[in-house]
């Protein structure tokens, strides 16, 4: 029985260590434990009985075991500069046991300081690497996923210590999208605020050292907790996954089944928002140069279901007519075996699979849109590279006489004037009112 305090938010830098370990130490029967890479510098005086934990392994120890740390029922987290005062901790325990009862509540919180804290909904979406923030539910006041502003947070120290990034910083984050995974809810006590210390402000060069350190361990962080894009309550969202500078987030695609949609997930959402970026430059640039081009296979497919790209793509296809190739000089670059990197950092090459064309995001980041070269042979359109897609066949020129513009990925592109007739050719009846992966017997293995 108890509740042990444990400090793992403060910088090297600048902290308030010594005096909130002193304020919580000082409490009956509360153990502190500070927990850090490393022991702070400059060198902070810890006072008798508070024990310090170094979270980065090293060779010459046993591996960090910070459950093994905690000898109480509850644990109580604590930001730097909080103040404790004799009973609080012990009200959010009761409030966290008397909560408990329903299964629903794991995790109490208090606010420290007047600063506002605000309850927020946390809904996370995996299979879409997804964080979603809403405002708090004012039906069930003090109900709520995550909060915005310093708080305390108390939990048994079983449900931390069972979660796989129980001390990753950002600590409130890394425990608030771990607690949303698992569907515990969280309940700020009312009444209940813990004082804060009386700081003089932080010097520019220090609060933007601090504000950059943040950001780096909420990114990493993110990436571990498999989260590429955070939806902001006030509708703001923020990134973690690849960009025109980076690889993007999956390797080569073998048998048209990524390794995402192994893990039960679907395209990255960076990777979606690139490719749609990819799509509409290219469509610019055929339009503007008089290339004649209409969405094929899976991109059309993505249109006539719900106006994008299929969630699971990794690619887009366009078809376009051979002998418009000259009309565009990229085109023309890459059909005289050139990459070319255009004004916008788009990569146009000729495809090393054959003869068709591929435009990458960026020379980092080769998520991509295949154009294929059609031409006619009487009235059918047949091109001469074939993969053994089961799309990947002829089909009559008047789907393109005339092509008709369809919304496509926040766009409006080009596409065969009758779209269920041209995919039922390619795919099969009804394959547009039945989505399937790309490769079931893959998935199954």
Request: hydrophobic share 40%; charged share 25%; aromatic share 10%.
């Amino acid at each position: 029985p108890g509740i042990t305090v444990v400090l793992r938010d403060f910088e090297d830098f600048e902290n308030d260590l010594a005096g909130t370990v002193r304020s919580f130490s000082c409490l009956p029967g509360v153990p502190v434990l500070v927990a850090a890479e490393a022991f702070p510098y400059p060198p902070v005086p810890l006072p008798a009985g508070v024990s310090f934990l170094r979270l980065l392994p090293a060779a010459d120890r046993p591996p960090p075991r910070p459950e093994l740390h905690v000898r109480t029922r509850h644990v109580a987290l604590v930001p730097d500069g909080t103040r404790g005062a004799p009973g609080l901790l012990e009200r959010l325990r009761d409030e966290l046991e008397a909560a408990a009862d329903t299964g629903a509540v794991r995790l109490v919180a208090a606010p420290v300081g007047t600063g506002p804290l605000r309850c927020l909904q946390l809904r996370m979406e995996p299979r879409e690497w997804t964080a979603k923030y809403s405002p708090g539910n004012s039906a069930v006041p003090g109900r709520c996923q995550a909060l915005e502003g310093a708080a305390v947070i108390l939990l048994r120290s079983r449900d931390l210590f069972s979660l796989p990034f129980p001390l990753s910083r950002p600590v409130p984050t890394a425990l608030f999208v771990q607690a949303a995974l698992r569907g515990w809810g969280l309940r700020v006590v009312p009444g209940s605020v813990f004082p804060a210390a009386r700081r003089p402000p932080a010097s520019p060069h220090n609060r933007w050292k601090a504000e950059s350190l943040a950001e780096e361990r909420r990114s990493r962080l993110m990436r571990e907790l498999g989260v590429k894009r955070e939806v902001l309550a006030d509708g703001g969202e923020r990134w973690y996954g690849c960009g025109k500078a980076t690889a993007r987030c999956f390797g080569t695609v073998h048998v048209d089944t990524p390794r995402y949609l192994l893990e039960d997930r679907w395209t990255p959402p960076c990777c979606l928002r690139a490719l749609r970026e990819t799509a509409r430059h290219v469509t610019e640039v055929l339009e503007a140069t008089g290339v004649r081009y209409w969405l094929e296979g899976g991109s059309l497919l993505g249109a006539a279901r719900h106006g994008d790209i299929i969630p699971w793509d990794y690619d887009v296809d366009l078809g376009i007519y051979r002998e418009d190739v000259g009309k565009c000089r990229w085109l023309a670059a890459a059909a005289a075996g050139r990459a070319v990197e255009d004004a916008e950092g788009f990569l146009w090459e000729k495809a090393a699979e054959g003869d068709f064309y591929r435009v990458h995001y960026s020379r980092s980041n080769r998520l991509h849109v295949d154009l294929w070269p059609f031409y006619r042979r009487g009235e059918i359109m047949t091109k001469d590279t074939w993969l053994g897609h089961r799309q990947d066949v002829e089909f009559p020129e008047r789907y393109l006489l005339p092509r008709l513009p369809v919304p496509f990925a926040g766009f409006t592109a080009m596409a065969p004037n009758d779209p269920r007739g041209f995919l039922e050719l390619k795919f099969g009846p009804g394959v547009i009112e039945k989505p399937e992966y790309p490769n079931p017997a893959v998935k199954r293995l």
